[in-house]
């Protein structure tokens, strides 16, 4: 990084305020009490992020007499449901090159189940009039080296040749940089339907208003500590807490990136760390400078990638790049924010929007979230079908997740649907290996993905050895 371009992304890092943007809104809703003695319940719901809570109101909306109890840790939406970048994607798969990848011959299907999701969540917005700022707004790949403009072209087309092309639209340069002004960009996939811009923590809260207004009981700063089977093949199950214990029926788990309650599916998770800025809101002027009149988000097409957008109050959200992976999988707070990637994000910032010198940031942070081998969530069950679970969203469960809820109600349900015969659902990705060979082979994917970014994509013989195995690192 150059002198003076370090020094002008250091300064304009020198007011953001090390929290999540989102987090402070000021219609943040006080916590629940915590759960005391004994509760009981047809199913108690563990986590109360999007998958807990979607998992926790399409419950009800199925059976309204259904009892159900939803304990959370610490507060509804603290963790990456309420500090994500609030992209809302229809993709079940983590974008369609991953899963033409995985599962080239139900595609067309997971696609079509996906942007039914992406309805459904919209209908629900509202019907429950969710105040979370909900924009269909879609998203553009963004192409910013010669042979991106190529993949976007070879994606396309095989999107077209599976009829799945329909909401895509290929840009050039000139098309895109008529939607947002950048010289970095070369051409752009639209499209136009498939994401919605939202504000990810007022989704959380507004479901959780939604919950308890169906009859959902949510107890919150109630972590899980062990769950035990309650007694024999017709028993249920019991999970205890801090202060006192929940009996269920049924149990469903959306621990995600925190260890799961049922120690087999450990193996098969890591925690990423994905950090992200938040400017000052644009002036008029700023907001010309760069166009952005159709507000979609935007993610760049490198392995190390950035997504951005553009927030209800003209501020611009700038994420990602860095994905970061500590040894022995640690989840703690004090890796919540790392200066070092402030700075190189601020430094891309300017580099991609040179037009915006001078623009501060507000906020600056991060978080963990679960990515698995596979990039895309994976599901089970436990204890005799009595317990079911969905992880590894991989920074793409805004969306995805209720979907996930859907898929753990069928296998509680013990139903056969067209969810549950789908290879994806039916199997595993493979697990990580244990240390230190997870973090010598992580290391050396993340070297290796810098690698392709900067020899225009080619992809050396340790990746290649990854493809084959279904081996992957992402954020």
């Known amino acids: 990084m150059a002198p ?3 020094r ?12 999540p943007f989102w987090l402070e809104d000021p219609g943040k809703p006080g916590a629940l009490p915590a759960l005391t003695g004994t509760e009981r319940c047809d199913l108690l719901v563990v986590g109360g992020g999007y998958s807990g809570l979607w998992t926790a109101l399409l419950a009800k909306e199925r059976d309204p007499s259904r009892d159900v109890v939803l304990i959370e ?10 500090r994500n970048g609030g992209f809302c994607a229809a993709s079940l798969t983590h974008g369609f090159g991953n899963g033409l990848a995985r599962w080239p011959g139900e595609l067309a299907t997971l696609e079509r189940m996906g942007e039914r999701n992406l309805d459904a969540i919209e209908e629900t917005v509202a019907r429950y009039g969710l105040d979370c700022d909900f924009e269909r707004t879609g998203e553009i790949d ?8 190529d993949e976007l072209h070879a994606w396309y087309e095989e999107a077209d040749r599976l009829g799945l092309a329909d909401g895509l639209t290929l840009l050039d340069r000139d098309a895109v940089r008529a939607e947002v002004d950048s010289p970095t960009f070369q051409g752009g996939l639209w499209d136009r339907r498939g994401v ?3 504000h990810p923590a007022k989704l959380a809260w507004g479901l959780k208003r939604a919950c308890l207004d169906l009859g959902v009981r949510i107890f919150e700063n109630t972590p899980a500590l062990d769950l035990v089977s309650a007694g024999g093949p017709g ?16 149990v469903a788990l959306g621990t995600n990136v925190f260890p799961s309650l049922v120690k087999r599916v450990r193996h098969y998770v890591v925690p990423v760390y994905d950090y992200a800025l938040m400017t000052e809101p644009l002036s008029p002027e700023q907001l010309a400078s760069v166009g952005w009149k159709n507000r979609q988000g935007l993610g760049d ?3 190390q990638f950035h997504y951005f957008r553009i927030t209800a109050d003209h501020r611009v959200l700038w994420g990602g790049y860095d994905a970061v992976y500590r040894f022995g999988g640690k989840v703690a707070a004090e890796m919540d924010h790392r200066p070092e990637t402030y700075l190189k994000l601020a430094q891309h910032f300017f580099t991609c929007f040179p037009q915006l010198e001078g623009l501060r940031f507000s906020h600056a942070w991060g978080g963990a979230i679960d990515t698995c081998s596979r990039f895309s969530a994976f599901f089970g069950t436990s204890h005799q079908g009595k317990v079911a679970y969905a992880a590894g969203y991989t920074g793409l469960g805004v969306g995805a997740t209720r979907f996930g809820a859907d898929v753990m109600l069928d296998l509680l349900a013990g139903e056969r649907t067209e969810r549950t015969e ?3 659902v039916r199997s595993k990705p493979l697990p990580f290996p244990p240390e230190p060979i997870a973090w010598a082979g992580i290391g050396l994917t993340k070297w290796s993905l810098a690698r392709a970014d900067e020899n225009g994509g080619r992809r050396n013989l340790w990746l290649k050895a990854m493809d084959r195995l279904g081996l992957g690192f992402d954020s």
Do not use: F, K
Not at 8 to 19: F, K, R
Not at 73 to 82: C, D
């Open 196 to 198: 919605a811009m939202l």
């Open 235 to 250: 028993g249920g199950m019991a999970v205890r807490t801090p202060y006192g214990r929940v009996a269920a029926r049924r």
């Open 301 to 303: 097409s490198a392995n």
């Open 73 to 82: 840790g610490r507060e509804v939406g603290w963790a990456a449901s309420g």
């Open 142 to 149: 963004v192409a910013t080296e010669p042979y991106q403009v």
């Open 8 to 19: 002008l992304a250091a300064q304009s890092l020198s007011d953001a305020q090390p929290v």
């Open 422 to 424: 789908l290879e994806m």
């Open 4 to 6: 003076v371009a370090m």
